[in-house]
């Protein structure tokens, strides 16, 4: 004999006895209890089973069915079977729209917030940003360096320690040596971005100065560090030598021949620097182009001060950077409209007396032409065109110009550089080549 719990009429359950067999129940569970149909609960009450062990049943699903649907008619009334009630001197005051609550009795805090009075907050959120940005910068510091470091120390040129290039360094995968890391500086300082398309003027008005050799090479050097757009511009108001001495003769087209088309580039918006291949030779491989003086005295005499305007205002606008080698005479008139034009002056000599004093002379009238400004600024460059040149008349020379321009550069004597027809700057000295990167870097230093 077993007790029986059974739900009376008035809703309370009660207990009855019944005769049950004892081995009926779950498997695994004696039975002391049992339902007059048949059904037998189980005392003590086990852990539910895993609904999808495989002892379940179709009666054990039929009859979790069931709970599962009494559960939800008891939670649709605002009732579960775990639900509280709370006690008579408290109760929970739930708010739907900020999903608040508060026991009951207490201040509603949107009353409170509408009869309170309005406080300054102008001030918090900066000190909440400021103490939130000190805090970051501290978490930044502890945690190790950010990418602002990095620009940081680039920019001051902190760089991380490369490996050597070329040599024996770099078969060892050591670092640059002295020689290659100035290199390094040099190219960097040459390719430094700058503002706006510039005007380089080279200028000694006395012939064999060395202009058109120094034209010629800082032209090459500014293309090949700068990565093209610049122009060799020969303006000699007679018949100059730069085209002839240009490593490349893709044509024999010069300045009189643009001249005559000028009109149609300029009313052209969409032209490019390929309406100019017509009229500019390449320089294939060295990254510039030359444009070259007429061949003929009487057709260079047509180019003018309004001409030089003319042919300048185009041409800047399809290169960055424009060399222009000077003529003899520094009363023509383009040769004056040059002067006006030109953001960078560099005087080019040697150490033979008659030119490096013809380049004082040309010094002193831009004084009083009133661009002092450009003289002081200046690179003077002397070319060293003998194997044995006259220390002593170097050293004069230096000492003058050192007193005016901002630097002087020495170009030492090189075979390749010698007088001659179409200079090619890939075959010269390693000592010129360093000697060459330091004009280049010397003029784009001043811009």
């Avoid at 971005?193 to 510039?198: E, S, V």
């Avoid at 057709?299 to 000077?326: C, K, N, P, W």
């Avoid at 034009?341 to 004093?357: E, P």
Wanted: charged share 25%.
């Amino acid at each position: 004999m077993s007790n029986e719990k059974t739900n009376g009429n008035d809703g309370h359950w009660g207990w009855t006895d019944q005769q049950v067999d004892e081995g009926a129940g779950l498997p695994g569970y004696p039975s002391n209890t049992s339902v007059p149909n048949g059904f037998e609960l189980p005392l003590p009450q086990a852990e539910t089973s895993d609904p999808w062990s495989s002892t379940w049943s179709d009666a054990d699903w039929a009859a979790a069915t069931t709970a599962a649907d009494e559960a939800t008619t008891d939670s649709a009334d605002g009732y579960s079977p775990a639900s509280w009630q709370a006690d008579d001197t408290a109760t929970i005051q739930l708010k739907l729209g900020d999903q608040s609550w508060r026991p009951a009795g207490s201040p509603d805090p949107v009353e409170t917030a509408v009869s309170a009075p309005a406080e300054d907050t102008t001030a918090a959120p900066l000190a909440v940003t400021e103490a939130g940005s000190a805090a970051y910068t501290a978490e930044r510091t502890e945690a190790g360096p950010h990418a602002d470091d990095l620009i940081t120390a680039r920019s001051k040129g902190q760089r991380q320690k490369v490996k050597a290039s070329s040599g024996l360094r770099r078969a060892f995968g050591m670092g640059p040596g002295r020689s290659e890391r100035l290199e390094r500086e040099r190219a960097d300082r040459i390719a430094r971005p700058l503002g706006g398309r510039k005007t380089i003027m080279v200028i000694n008005t006395k012939g064999g100065g060395g202009k058109t050799l120094v034209t010629l090479m800082l032209a090459s050097y500014l293309g090949r560090y700068r990565s093209g757009s610049v122009l060799a511009w020969d303006n000699n108001e007679t018949e100059g030598t730069l085209g002839m001495r240009a490593p490349s003769q893709s044509h024999h087209r010069t300045v009189v021949d643009l001249l005559g088309a000028l009109p149609t580039i300029a009313n052209d918006p969409n032209a490019g620097t390929s309406e100019l291949e017509h009229w500019v030779r390449e320089q294939r491989g060295l990254n510039f182009d030359v444009l070259a003086s007429a061949d003929d005295d009487e057709a260079m005499r047509i180019i003018g001060e309004q001409e030089f305007e003319s042919l300048h205002t185009q041409l800047s606008r399809f290169y960055r950077m424009i060399v222009i080698d000077t003529g003899n005479n520094r009363l023509a008139p383009n040769w004056l409209a040059a002067a006006q034009r030109a953001d960078m002056l560099v005087f080019a000599t040697s150490l033979k007396d008659d030119t490096s004093v013809v380049a004082a002379k040309n010094l002193d009238a831009l004084v009083a032409m009133g661009r002092q400004d450009l003289v002081r600024n200046a690179v003077c460059v002397i070319s060293h065109t003998s194997a044995k040149g006259d220390p002593g008349a170097g050293v004069h020379t230096r000492e003058h110009f050192e007193q005016w321009v901002r630097e002087v550069v020495d170009i030492p004597y090189d075979p390749a550089l010698a007088p001659g027809l179409h200079l090619d700057p890939t075959k010269i000295d390693k000592r010129t080549h360093e000697a060459c990167m330091e004009m280049a870097a010397s003029v784009v230093d001043g811009l």
